[in-house]
């Protein structure tokens, strides 16, 4: 079963800071420009705890002798500026344990379309995979979540939700949060013309009710699976410190967290056992409108002795190729089965899958049915292995691959020689990754973008 929890949040006060200022899209959507950007637009921005700026003398968190040496690090000053924030009440804990109506009205990138999307934030417990609650749809890289942990255990605060999807076409969250006519308590416009608002929920009643209305639902990650990942690995850690079940939930008053403290009549509201064994996610309806896939195109840099004729030779065997004058999108739009677009210096070409060739080489890879019929899994696992001779690490350790939203950001960097060729392909749908998740399979890394992006910095679950 799916456990939520309300809880205390940490808070930006909004008399003190501006919350434009000081919120961020998640951590690994920050490019070098956007960080220094969110450095310099307040003293208090989530940037400092999330994705500190790196020093000449840090000192290495991971080496072998840093539990026994003084460190100071990203993560040591992420601690600080989190510490100091509470103490100058820069941040401030709720009074209540509360869950969090969100929503984000938002045009669809390179459309005119407005679209709002409502979920709700709150604790979610972990799991392992194995349980079979949450469910994951891609892999993940390995140094993210080395990365992540240590962060987590340094700062002992959740900054940053993990987007999870449940399918209830009843629409039972959504009508409690947001049909009882009550007025976001917080509204703000992010860089990309997105206005998200939050809702604070209080009352015991109603929070009882969406805890219920949850309880049998299995859970999807669209966004934070090394989040999530690691969040489960931490939770692993303190419950053997601790001699006890991961997954036992309380409602007495013995919890450590400030921010799942409670006092009457709230102390009745379900809290989980120890603060690590849940993480802040924001919950959405894959029943509702409002949900946004975007591609993510595939760009390849430093490929040994590249060369684009000898690349469409060999595709020619798994592929029609057919020279399109310009990389744009429409080709793929109109495209029946399988097909990418690959830009190269020497020219554009859409590469249409020959179903039989396909088929029979996937399946005697091992390759399931449900993951064959993907874009992003042929051009994988044919494509880049295959065809362009990458290893499965060196593409989880994102050796010689970039991954991109825009597709015209893509194309100039072929076009400028900082890459030799690019992919441009069609984004998942939600029923692929759904019927991909549910089965136990999962897609390569970065195979869905959901847009708009949660905000970073609307509410912090604090551990202690």
């Not at 840093?66 to 924030?85: D, G, I, K």
Request: glycine content about 4%; hydrophobic content about 40%.
């Amino acid at each position: 079963m799916a456990r939520i929890y309300p809880f205390r949040a940490l808070r930006y006060d909004t008399s003190k800071v501006k919350m434009e200022d000081v919120v961020t899209q998640p951590y690994d959507k920050i490019t070098p420009a956007m960080q220094q950007a969110y450095y310099d637009r307040s003293k208090y921005n989530l940037i400092r705890v999330i994705l500190g700026k790196r020093e000449p003398d840090d000192t290495d968190a991971f080496a072998p002798d840093a539990a026994s040496t003084p460190q100071h690090n990203v993560y040591t000053r992420a601690a600080e500026s989190l510490t100091s924030w509470r103490k100058k009440a820069i941040l401030r804990e709720e009074a209540e344990p509360a869950l969090y109506g969100y929503s984000q009205t938002y045009t669809v990138p390179g459309t005119d379309e407005v679209r709002e999307r409502r979920g709700f934030i709150a604790l979610g417990q972990l799991y392992d995979y194995a349980d079979k609650v949450v469910y994951r749809h891609e892999q993940t890289f390995p140094k993210h979540k080395s990365d992540r942990l240590a962060l987590f255990k340094a700062t002992r605060a959740y900054c940053e939700q993990i987007y999870m999807l449940y399918s209830d076409p009843a629409f039972t969250a959504e009508k409690l949060i947001f049909d009882n006519g009550s007025q976001a308590d917080l509204s703000i416009t992010d860089e990309y013309d997105v206005v998200h608002r939050v809702w604070r929920l209080t009352d015991p009643h109603l929070i009882n009710l969406i805890v219920t209305a949850m309880a049998d639902k299995k859970l999807i990650i669209a966004d934070g699976h090394h989040r999530y990942e690691t969040s489960v690995t931490y939770m692993k850690e303190r419950a053997a410190e601790l001699g006890q079940a991961a997954a036992a939930t309380t409602t007495d008053e013995d919890d450590e967290s400030p921010s799942n403290r409670a006092e009457e009549p709230h102390s009745l509201l379900p809290k989980p056992a120890f603060p690590e064994a849940a993480m802040m996610m924001t919950f959405v309806n894959m029943d509702a409108p409002g949900i946004t896939i975007l591609p993510t195109h595939r760009v390849l840099f430093g490929l040994k002795d590249f060369n684009t004729q000898a690349f469409l030779a060999r595709a020619e065997e798994f592929f029609e190729i057919t020279p399109v004058a310009t990389p744009d999108l429409e080709p793929l739009r109109t495209s029946a089965g399988v097909a990418f677009i690959a830009v190269t210096a020497d020219g554009n070409h859409l590469l249409t899958a020959k179903p039989e060739a396909m088929a029979k080489t996937l399946a005697d890879l091992g390759v399931s049915p449900r993951q064959a019929a993907l874009d992003v899994v042929q051009l994988h696992t044919i494509v880049l292995e295959r065809l362009l001779d990458l290893t499965h690490e060196s593409i989880a350790g994102v050796e010689n691959i970039r991954y991109l939203r825009e597709a015209t950001e893509a194309v100039e960097q072929v076009r400028t020689g900082s890459a030799d060729i690019a992919f441009l392909i069609r984004p998942v749908t939600l029923d692929q990754l759904r019927d991909i998740s549910l089965s136990g399979d999962v897609m390569p890394q970065k195979s869905t973008d959901f847009f708009p992006k949660l905000l970073s910095g609307l509410a912090i679950y604090a551990l202690d």
